[in-house]
T-cell receptor, first 115, second 109 residues
Framework: DGGITQSPKYLFRKEGQNVTLSCEQN?????MYWYRQDPGQGLRLIYYSQIVNDFQKGDIAEGYSVSREKKESFPLTVTSAQKNPTAFYLC??????????????FGEGSRLTVL | GQNIDQPTEMTATEGAIVQINCTYQTSGFNGLFWYQQHAGEAPTFLSYNVLDGLEEKGRFSSFLSRSKGYSYLLLKELQMKDSASYLC??????????WGAGTKLIIKP
């Protein structure tokens, strides 16, 4: 079955630690995205990548970093510089915007809690 | 600025019909999406509208008026499993998605 796999589903982090969230897709999509979801707010874009070895900052990139070395993989690192990292993180993929409707396919999410 | 507004919460009865409204203001427009999200889970795609009018898909329909910056999602024959949050998102001229905060729909027996 094609889809997007995020891991871990739940993660606890101490203040000052970096953590990396994994996102893997086998949909053969070029574009991948990381969103953050907080209660009472819309999804906010952290980073996105339209092609391998290229990525762009979204609206709230500060304190986060990504890489896109393979088409299938787009890991997100939450660094110690992110001041309020406790949130639900969603990875998504799509065919390139402007080509199709831009429908997003989401992973199941990773819930990060800072202790 | 760019903005999406939708009600925070709605309540409806099993078997009834409910309409969830969404208004948007974006720089340019490349379509309006509706997603369903059950608590603690990922959003799943429901519908996409880019032209004015009604798109029907089973029990769910979505309407768009570009001139009014307005969309609604219509759910018929409500079932308990329809209890979820419904997210409205508009795509601007740069193909960036602007998301609403979501409408939590509570279905009562």
């Amino acid at each position: 079955d094609g889809g997007i796999t995020q891991s871990p589903k739940y993660l606890f982090r101490k203040e000052g630690q970096n953590v990396t969230l994994s996102c893997e897709q086998n949909l053969n999509h070029d574009a991948m995205y990381w969103y953050r979801q907080d209660p009472g707010q819309g999804l906010r874009l952290i980073y996105y990548s339209q092609i391998v070895n290229d990525f762009q900052k979204g609206d709230i990139a500060e304190g986060y970093s990504v890489s896109r070395e393979k088409k299938e993989s787009f890991p997100l690192t939450v660094t110690s510089a992110q001041k309020n990292p406790t949130a639900f993180y969603l990875c998504a993929s799509s065919i390139p915007r402007g080509v199709g409707t831009g429908e997003l396919f989401f992973g199941e999410g990773s819930r990060l809690t800072v202790l | 600025g760019q903005n999406i507004d939708q009600p925070t919460e709605m309540t409806a009865t099993e078997g009834a019909i409910v309409q969830i409204n969404c208004t948007y203001q974006t720089s340019g427009f490349n379509g309006l999406f509706w997603y369903q999200q059950h608590a603690g889970e990922a959003p799943t795609f429901l519908s996409y509208n880019v032209l004015d009018g009604l798109e029907e898909k089973g029990r769910f329909s979505s309407f768009l008026s570009r001139s009014k910056g307005y969309s609604y999602l219509l759910l018929k024959e409500l079932q308990m499993k329809d209890s979820a949050s419904y997210l409205c998102a508009a795509m601007d001229s740069n193909y960036q998605l602007i998301w609403g905060a979501g409408t939590k729909l509570i279905i009562k027996p």
